[in-house]
């Protein structure tokens, strides 16, 4: 019997362990917006997509290049100009980090680890478009970006 409990416990406290040693971090993208912190620290991190809209979202993670600001991706959505071409002019290496998926009232499955380094400024953003053909969700104000320190 004592075994048994010690085994639970075991298993308990091994399943409370983050993985890899990251610290887990949810972002929440509404219809049509994100909720997330402005700040995170430097560090390895999981995050997790939790979407309570009634429409499929998204969650690309990018660096941008050293400099740039949430204002210059704000102007560049109100000028009207497609992400691609701003993942050129803003997106470091114009390389996404990765992407989550969450359909409607569901939070990924997944989990997506970035090595937050400290310093820069990294954009989550929504790009899917619902029904096709409607403006895309980061025109309609699915963007953030967040610092890291
Ligand atoms: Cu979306």
Redesign the pocket.
């Known amino acids: 019997m004592m075994t048994v409990v010690s085994v639970l416990v075991a298993v308990l406290v091994f399943a409370s362990v983050p993985p890899l040693g990251a610290e887990e971090v949810t972002i929440v ?1 509404r ?2 917006t994100f909720d997330a912190p402005a700040v995170l620290p430097a560090g390895r991190t999981a995050f997790v997509f939790e ?1 309570p ?1 009634q ?4 969650m690309i993670i990018a660096l941008l290049r050293h400099g740039v600001t949430e204002q210059q991706i704000q102007d560049a959505h109100q000028a009207g100009i497609p992400f691609r071409k701003q993942m050129e002019q803003f997106v470091d290496d114009g390389e996404l980090l990765g992407i989550l998926l969450a359909r409607p009232r569901k939070t990924s499955s997944g989990k997506l680890l970035v090595d937050l380094v400290r310093g820069r400024t990294y954009l989550i953003i ?3 478009e ?1 029904p096709q053909g409607m403006p ?3 025109v ?1 104000g ?1 963007y953030r970006t967040f610092r890291v320190e």
């Not at 429409?55 to 998204?58: D, L, M, T």
Request: with cysteine.
């Open positions: 993208g219809d049509f979407n809209g429409v499929r979202h998204e929504c790009q899917q619902d895309r969700h980061n309609l699915m």
